[in-house]
């Protein structure tokens, strides 16, 4: 029997939140919220998605402060025939009521100085109050694997949580220069430091055996699977000196002659019905069917005894480590790490209405250390060992176009280059997970109602490109439509007020998989759902000409 809790979370909820490829997020300002297209901005938000931009600001200093709050809710659907209530399904939370972004500008004749800091990755908190499949399946398999060995057993319970927490929070600078009035390019660099933390236990596995062979209390009721185990290895532990025993009893039968009588039929050369019992009880504790029980005389019954005393002590050792396997289990683990990546920009405006952006982010290599707290690890996670985390290499590109002095519409795509990420987090193992790079098409517009009164609206779509070795139901990543809107309002010449909100919806995704019940292999079927949604609320600031 394998182990029975896996905590495997080392991507469990670092990935990207909302908008974004799978380890980046994209979505950082509110008036990337109301408007999904980004990527040609030329406002103060152009600190993040178009660093060559920020030139188009004009002179003097700026500043944007941006929170998201964000909620996202995970379904993973399970059917493997022995979780109680198969299918089921496991329902996750994710939050994050602070989602910061914060962005500041300082432009003097041609050049542009400009900072920001906000969420690259993660940025939010999973909590699974009931766990996942991949940890349950390890318990429910408590019932085939007693039934297997000749104890009755409906029922296995256990109360099992998950927390993990994520966030990769990017420090970045920018310096711009304008060319001309078409032509500016930038070049920043990116710090991204990251923090990982997971929280969880496995507590109270219970099974209710029918087996009072191990202990009166064990007839039916739930208990303890650790305790129930425990009276087990205790069982067979004290079985190898009561066969040597029922053995040596024999020999006197066996010598005056009736070593060819069975063992059943005992009673008729003076055996008792206790002595009779007990032998047959040894037999069966060894493996005998009834059927060779009946059977067998007494010569091979004390032949059988003379060898059952390993095949005990091998059965009380099982049932030991089955013991240490279901005592309760509790994670709490951290994993940092930090990494640079360069950001390189171009901005072009080859007429006063159209406005083309192209951005390329270097791919940031970052490798987490592990820390276990309080000795906690769940037999999984090693303190002080190292996991790959790298974010992807990424090429993004905009245009913005005037169509009527009023009205702005915008067009952006994002390419992840995640082929040159190794996701499996290991530098031992080489699991090849994507098929195609992740790409992003957006569309918004803007329309301006009065002179200081504007109403946005946009759409982003995501295109995956994992295979079947990404998925689980630790992670996953699949097509998403996501519809944001909102309003801009200049409460005065130098502050701007932008609101927006944003709901995405997620295809839903499966995968086949094996489950391994001991050597047998478990054909199963997962399947995966999420919907998400953000509210957000920006204030830009103009001081200067």
């Known amino acids: 029997m394998r182990k029975l809790l896996i905590f495997f979370a080392g991507t469990l909820i670092s990935g990207s939140l909302l908008a ?18 980004r990527n040609a901005s030329t406002s103060i938000d152009a600190v993040y998605y178009n660093p060559a931009g920020v030139t188009k600001l004009g002179s003097g200093l700026f500043l944007s402060l941006n929170n998201q709050t964000i909620g996202q809710k995970i379904s993973v659907l399970n059917n493997y025939t022995y979780l109680t209530g198969s299918p089921k399904e496991y329902i996750g939370k994710v939050s994050a009521p602070i989602f910061p972004g914060v962005y500041a500008a300082f432009n003097i004749g041609k050049f542009s100085v400009s900072a920001g800091v906000n969420p690259v990755g993660g940025g939010g908190g999973a909590k699974y109050d009931d766990g996942l499949p991949s940890f349950e399946m390890q318990l429910s398999d408590l019932v085939p694997l007693l039934i297997s060995q000749g104890i009755p057993t409906t029922e296995y319970s256990a109360d099992i949580y998950f927390e993990g ?5 990017g420090y970045q600078v920018n310096l711009a220069y304008k060319i001309n009035d078409m032509l500016s390019v930038g070049a920043g ?12 236990y496995v507590n109270d596995i219970s099974v209710n055996p029918n087996f009072p062979t191990f202990g009166s209390q064990y007839t039916g009721s739930m208990v303890l699977a650790s305790d129930f185990f425990t009276s087990g290895g205790t069982f067979f532990n004290a079985l190898p000196a009561q066969a040597t025993g029922a053995a040596a009893q024999l020999q006197p039968i066996i010598d005056a002659g009736y070593g060819s009588v069975l063992l059943s039929n005992g009673g008729t050369i003076g055996m008792s019905a206790a002595a009779i019992q007990g032998i047959q009880s040894l037999l069966g504790a060894k493996g005998l069917t009834p059927a060779q029980i009946g059977s067998a005389t007494i010569s091979s019954s004390q032949s059988e005894l003379n060898t059952a005393g390993p095949v005990y002590l091998a059965k009380a ?26 950001v390189l920009s171009a901005n072009f405006s080859p007429t006063k209405n159209l406005n083309i952006a192209i951005k390329y982010e270097f791919k940031t290599k970052l490798e987490l250390t592990t820390k276990v707290i309080d000795n906690k690890s769940g037999g999984v996670f090693t303190d002080g060992e190292k996991v790959i985390a790298d974010m992807p290499a990424m090429l993004a590109a905009g245009v913005e176009y005037k169509l009527l002095d009023k009205l702005l519409v915008s067009g952006s795509v994002n390419y992840y280059f995640d082929k040159g990420v190794d996701y499996d987090g290991s530098e031992t193992e080489n699991i090849d997970m994507i098929d195609n790079n992740l790409k992003e098409i957006a569309l918004g517009a803007e329309l301006g109602l009065t002179k200081s009164l504007r109403v946005s609206a946009g759409w982003l779509g995501t295109f995956a490109g994992v295979n079947s070795d990404y998925q689980s139901d630790q992670r996953f990543d699949v097509n998403t439509n996501s519809f944001g809107g909102g309003i801009g309002y200049k409460i005065t010449p130098m502050i701007d007020l932008n ?9 839903e995704g499966a995968k086949d998989l094996t489950h391994m019940f001991g050597p047998i292999p478990v054909p199963v079927r997962e399947t995966y759902n999420k919907n998400a949604w953000v509210v957000a609320v920006g204030l830009d600031f103009h001081f200067g000409k």
Request: no cysteine; hydrophobic share 35%; charged share 10%.
């Open 317 to 342: 050792a099982a049932m030991n480590g089955y013991a240490a396997q279901t005592q309760d289990v509790a994670v709490d683990v951290e994993e940092t790490g930090m990494g640079y990546s360069p």
């Open 499 to 507: 609101l927006g909100g944003q709901y995405t919806i997620y295809k």
């Open 165 to 169: 927490n994520s966030i990769y929070f």
């Open 20 to 37: 974004g490829g799978l380890v980046t997020n994209t979505n950082q300002s509110a008036l990337y919220t109301r408007l999904q297209s």
């Open 189 to 200: 660099i990116r710090l991204v430091t990251a923090k990982n933390t997971y929280n969880g």
